[in-house]
């Protein structure tokens, strides 16, 4: 066994037992009416647990696309079926921050993508989003010239002008990233270029003020 | 609870939904903890009617007992059986209904396993950590969609192809936003029916819209099916170079390897294959027999070790694995640990003459190679016994062991009898002639079995076309008796059975001669259905004999 193998067995066990922790934050939040102040920590933990459960999704990707263990596994999906499951997942959340989070998209769109890869990168979006939005996250699905376009949009402050001009070059894979948002997005990115139709690639597009005042990240699928 | 509020209004109008209160539940996992928060979360949807069990064995034992509406069932369970040895089972001995829904949970991303997955996939994956509201929305749709395709199920248990395939056609035309899926279905049921030709067309229209790792293997399994192996072989060949992590296109890729007379090549790729997902125990089966009619046995051993340590809890266990392991055993060791090997076999099956065959007839082999005739002979004494037990008229099975015995005892001549009766028998089996020619070369019993086998074809089809073409010149009496003749002599010939029944049929219907028709009828009907219950010709020839039965 190589050490980097051991890494991902080991970021496996770290997986299920968080699962285990987020499972028992929801069944307390559940069963308890008590308002007091400990109460109201509890969506903090439950929040920063999905949020270490994206991370760790994310490594264990990166480390399969790294070793060349990894192609996107193209099948027909119904997007708004999709996108339903991605919002009642992270719904808990969202309300416990105080966040409006809905989607909007075709009832008949289907798209043709890698159902677990495109997850991982939405529950990532939103994880992020949550950090940086105001009162709304935003996810919108539709077509865009034969390309798929999955964007999530929020009301923060945006993207600030370094990161939009630095995109280009973490589409390019050109320089490293450091900081947590960047990860983010290198890994979105890579998954995003898994995705190939004929010569076309995927990728990725950061823009403000979309449709909602903040940030609008975008995922183009081809 | 304020959690449904932001799609309440659209509830039940967008997707269909079955309701979950009124279903019964098996809830799977080893782990306690994650049992009673399944059972929880259950419970708030509002279902009532919910067992647990703690490993595959119990939930087994559940299934037997009754019958579910959802298995929620982990796919990792401790030692034992894994879920997907669960499902297996579950659908092999028909424990779970159609309509029944099972969802293998799983603690990552699944997309491996579905790629590996060999026969039985479960309807749905769900990664753990899940929510009590995304396990509700995705039962009530899954419920719903069994729902909504159980007409067809039905049908395809019934091997009603025909109306099965109907019933889609309708679905189909109607532009469901599901199409996809209706599609992916229809592809299957026409491979299950053998209606090649038209898998064909549905795996081109849905390649024309977007390249689909299952539809390209589904368009791969079309080709071989009518018998256009070396495109076939590329299109396997294309799917395992895209993505080396698809084993399911490995075992297809292998088989068509087989049947080209690639022997060493289908090896090559099984061995690979195995590498990636050991516990598919059926690939570390046909994995050791290809190693065996290849010479190596030390792959060969070490394909049917894996076959029978992975396979202690697998409903496909089966006692040709062990008895082989024996024999490669006591080539490679000594005979005693061979027949240790048979020892173990005598505890995990019991009383089973299948077993007790395979037993004997190893035993026989292995007795002779450590210089003891006379118990060989008991043991071979014993094995004719179950052979003739076991029914020797339908099942080339075990006249192919007997002949393998045969010739490891030095006796060629009737080892080459049975083997040249399974070719017979299996006249338009491509597979398993050219299994049959690799291991009669293997066992030095044919030079060319290639030749061999094609000049029994072409006699064989020749009788076929000669019967045919009497019945059709009015010539009933002369055809049957020709047919009839054939079938004794090729009782596990299916085509030559099927003609022999089909022409009895016409004189009863034209000339009203029933006089002991019936029941020779009915055997050759039976004969085929033991051999291949698919059968569409079977099943238009049994649904005529009940006609005039009932009349």
Same mark, same amino acid.
């Given at each position: 066994?190589?050490?980097?193998?051991?890494?991902?067995?080991?970021?496996?066990?770290?997986?299920?037992?968080?699962?285990?922790?987020?499972?028992?934050?929801?069944?307390?939040?559940?069963?308890?009416?008590?308002?007091?102040?400990?109460?109201?920590?509890?969506?903090?933990?439950?929040? &920063?647990?999905?949020?270490?459960?994206?991370?760790?999704?994310?490594?264990?990707?990166?480390?399969?696309?790294?070793?060349?263990?990894?192609?996107?596994?193209?099948?027909?999906?119904?997007?708004?079926?999709?996108? &339903?499951?991605?919002?009642?997942?992270?719904?808990?959340?969202?309300?416990?921050?105080?966040?409006?989070?809905?989607?909007?998209?075709?009832?008949?769109?289907?798209?043709?993508?890698?159902?677990?890869?495109?997850?991982?990168?939405?529950?990532?979006?939103?994880?992020?989003?949550?950090?940086?939005?105001?009162?709304?996250?935003?996810?919108?699905?539709?077509?865009?010239?034969?390309?798929?376009?999955?964007?999530?949009?929020?009301?923060?402050?945006?993207?600030?002008?370094?990161?939009?001009?630095?995109?280009?070059?973490?589409?390019?894979?050109?320089?490293?990233?450091?900081?947590?948002?960047?990860?983010?997005?290198?890994?979105?990115?890579?998954?995003?270029?898994?995705?190939?139709?004929?010569?076309?690639?995927?990728?990725?597009?950061?823009?403000?003020?979309?449709?909602?005042?903040?940030?609008?990240?975008?995922?183009?699928?081809? | 609870?304020?959690?449904?509020?932001?799609?309440?209004?659209?509830?039940?109008?967008?997707? %269909?939904?079955?309701?979950?209160?009124?279903?019964?539940?098996?809830?799977?996992?080893?782990?306690?903890?994650?049992?009673?928060?399944?059972? $929880?979360?259950?419970?708030?949807?509002?279902?009532?009617?919910?067992?647990?069990?703690?490993?595959?064995?119990?939930?087994?034992?559940?299934?037997?007992?009754?019958?579910?509406?959802?298995?929620?069932?982990?796919?990792?369970?401790?030692?034992?059986?894994?879920?997907?040895?669960?499902?297996?089972?579950?659908?092999?001995?028909?424990?779970?209904?159609?309509?029944?829904?099972?969802?293998?949970?799983?603690?990552?991303?699944?997309?491996?396993?579905?790629?590996?997955?060999?026969?039985?996939?479960?309807?749905?994956?769900?990664?753990?950590?899940?929510?009590?509201?995304?396990?509700?929305?995705?039962?009530?749709?899954?419920?719903?969609?069994?729902?909504?395709?159980?007409?067809? &199920?039905?049908?395809?248990?019934?091997?009603?192809?025909?109306?099965?395939?109907?019933?889609?056609?309708?679905?189909?035309?109607?532009?469901?936003?599901?199409?996809?899926?209706?599609?992916?279905?229809?592809?299957?049921?026409?491979? +299950?029916?053998?209606?090649?030709?038209?898998?064909?067309?549905?795996?081109?229209?849905?390649?024309?819209?977007?390249?689909?790792?299952?539809?390209?293997?589904?368009?791969?399994?079309?080709?071989?099916?009518?018998?256009?192996?070396?495109?076939?072989?590329?299109?396997?060949?294309?799917?395992?170079?895209?993505?080396?992590?698809?084993?399911?296109?490995?075992?297809?890729?292998?088989?068509?390897?087989?049947?080209?007379?690639?022997?060493?090549?289908?090896?090559?790729?099984?061995?690979?294959?195995?590498?990636?997902?050991?516990?598919?125990?059926?690939?570390?089966?046909?994995?050791?027999?290809?190693?065996?009619?290849?010479?190596?046995?030390?792959?060969?051993?070490?394909?049917?070790? $894996?076959?029978?340590?992975?396979?202690?809890?697998?409903?496909?266990?089966?006692?040709?694995?062990?008895?082989?392991?024996? %024999?490669?055993?006591?080539?490679?060791?000594?005979?005693?640990?061979?027949?240790?090997?048979?020892?173990?076999?005598?505890?995990?099956?019991?009383?089973?003459?299948?077993?007790?065959?395979?037993?004997?007839?190893?035993?026989?082999?292995?007795?002779?190679?450590?210089?003891?005739?006379?118990?060989?002979?008991?043991?071979?004494?014993?094995?004719?016994?179950?052979?003739?037990?076991?029914?020797?008229?339908?099942?080339?099975?075990?006249?192919?062991?007997?002949?393998?015995?045969?010739?490891?005892?030095?006796?060629?001549?009737?080892?080459?009898?049975?083997?040249?009766?399974?070719?017979?028998?299996?006249?338009?089996?491509?597979?398993?002639?050219?299994?049959?020619?690799?291991?009669?070369?293997?066992?030095?019993?044919?030079?060319?079995?290639?030749?061999?086998?094609?000049?029994?074809?072409?006699?064989?089809?020749?009788?076929?076309?000669?019967?045919?073409?009497?019945?059709?010149?009015?010539?009933?009496?002369?055809?049957?008796?020709?047919?009839?003749?054939?079938?004794?002599?090729?009782?596990?010939? %299916?085509?030559?059975?099927?003609?022999?029944?089909?022409?009895?049929?016409?004189?009863?219907?034209?000339?009203?001669?029933?006089?002991?028709?019936?029941?020779?009828?009915?055997?050759?009907?039976?004969?085929?259905?033991?051999?291949?219950?698919?059968? +569409?010709?079977?099943?238009?020839?049994?649904?005529?004999?009940?006609?005039?039965?009932?009349?």
């Amino acid at each position: 066994m190589e050490f980097s193998d051991i890494l991902a067995s080991i970021i496996h066990d770290m997986k299920n037992s968080l699962g285990m922790v987020i499972n028992t934050l929801e069944e307390i939040t559940a069963e308890s009416d008590d308002e007091g102040p400990q109460q109201k920590k509890i969506p903090i933990l439950q929040h &920063e647990a999905k949020r270490l459960n994206n991370k760790l999704i994310e490594l264990l990707t990166l480390y399969k696309i790294d070793n060349n263990r990894i192609v996107a596994t193209i099948d027909e999906v119904m997007v708004d079926e999709f996108l &339903e499951e991605i919002v009642i997942d992270n719904q808990v959340n969202a309300q416990a921050k105080g966040v409006t989070l809905s989607y909007t998209c075709d009832e008949y769109l289907s798209g043709y993508f890698d159902e677990g890869l495109m997850r991982g990168v939405i529950n990532n979006l939103i994880g992020n989003g949550l950090r940086y939005t105001r009162s709304q996250l935003l996810i919108a699905a539709q077509m865009v010239d034969d390309y798929l376009v999955f964007q999530v949009e929020d009301d923060g402050a945006g993207f600030p002008d370094t990161m939009l001009e630095a995109q280009a070059a973490f589409e390019l894979n050109e320089s490293y990233v450091e900081g947590h948002t960047q990860l983010g997005i290198y890994f979105c990115g890579m998954v995003a270029r898994l995705h190939k139709n004929g010569d076309r690639q995927g990728f990725t597009k950061l823009s403000n003020n979309n449709t909602l005042s903040g940030g609008c990240f975008a995922v183009w699928l081809p | 609870m304020p959690a449904r509020t932001w799609f309440s209004e659209r509830w039940g109008v967008k997707f %269909k939904r079955s309701n979950l209160e009124s279903k019964s539940y098996l809830v799977v996992d080893d782990f306690g903890d994650m049992r009673s928060l399944i059972k $929880n979360m259950l419970l708030s949807c509002g279902a009532g009617d919910i067992v647990a069990a703690m490993n595959g064995a119990q939930a087994i034992k559940a299934m037997e007992r009754k019958r579910f509406d959802v298995v929620l069932c982990d796919y990792n369970l401790g030692s034992g059986k894994d879920g997907q040895q669960v499902l297996e089972e579950a659908r092999h001995r028909q424990l779970i209904g159609l309509g029944t829904v099972f969802v293998m949970i799983t603690a990552e991303n699944t997309r491996e396993m579905v790629m590996g997955a060999v026969e039985y996939e479960p309807d749905s994956y769900l990664t753990k950590p899940f929510n009590k509201e995304l396990l509700r929305s995705r039962l009530e749709k899954l419920l719903a969609k069994k729902q909504d395709l159980l007409p067809i &199920e039905k049908a395809v248990e019934n091997r009603d192809f025909t109306l099965a395939l109907e019933l889609l056609n309708q679905k189909i035309a109607e532009s469901p936003p599901n199409i996809g899926e209706l599609n992916k279905l229809k592809g299957e049921i026409c491979l +299950q029916a053998g209606e090649v030709e038209e898998a064909l067309v549905v795996y081109d229209k849905v390649l024309a819209v977007r390249e689909m790792p299952w539809a390209r293997l589904g368009l791969g399994k079309a080709l071989f099916g009518a018998k256009r192996y070396a495109e076939a072989r590329v299109v396997f060949q294309d799917l395992v170079n895209a993505n080396d992590r698809y084993t399911a296109a490995y075992d297809w890729l292998a088989k068509t390897c087989k049947c080209l007379n690639q022997h060493q090549d289908a090896q090559d790729i099984l061995q690979k294959a195995a590498k990636l997902s050991p516990r598919v125990i059926t690939r570390q089966q046909a994995l050791g027999e290809l190693a065996l009619s290849n010479n190596d046995v030390n792959t060969a051993e070490a394909a049917f070790s $894996n076959a029978v340590k992975f396979g202690k809890h697998s409903v496909y266990k089966h006692p040709s694995v062990y008895a082989n392991l024996a %024999k490669v055993v006591a080539e490679n060791k000594t005979g005693g640990e061979g027949l240790k090997v048979l020892k173990d076999m005598q505890r995990e099956f019991a009383d089973d003459s299948e077993a007790e065959f395979y037993n004997a007839a190893a035993e026989s082999v292995i007795q002779r190679s450590m210089g003891d005739s006379e118990k060989s002979e008991q043991a071979l004494e014993r094995a004719l016994e179950e052979y003739q037990k076991l029914g020797k008229d339908v099942s080339s099975e075990y006249s192919i062991e007997l002949a393998k015995t045969y010739t490891k005892l030095g006796d060629p001549d009737k080892a080459t009898e049975l083997f040249h009766q399974a070719v017979r028998n299996n006249h338009s089996d491509e597979e398993l002639l050219s299994e049959l020619g690799a291991t009669m070369q293997s066992l030095g019993l044919q030079e060319d079995p290639s030749s061999l086998i094609s000049e029994i074809r072409k006699e064989i089809i020749r009788l076929n076309n000669k019967g045919v073409e009497l019945a059709r010149e009015g010539k009933l009496k002369e055809s049957i008796s020709l047919f009839e003749e054939a079938a004794e002599g090729m009782s596990g010939n %299916k085509v030559v059975n099927l003609n022999a029944a089909r022409v009895l049929l016409m004189d009863i219907e034209q000339n009203n001669n029933y006089a002991g028709k019936i029941n020779r009828v009915r055997v050759y009907l039976d004969r085929v259905k033991a051999l291949d219950p698919d059968n +569409q010709t079977l099943r238009k020839l049994n649904a005529k004999f009940q006609e005039i039965v009932g009349t």
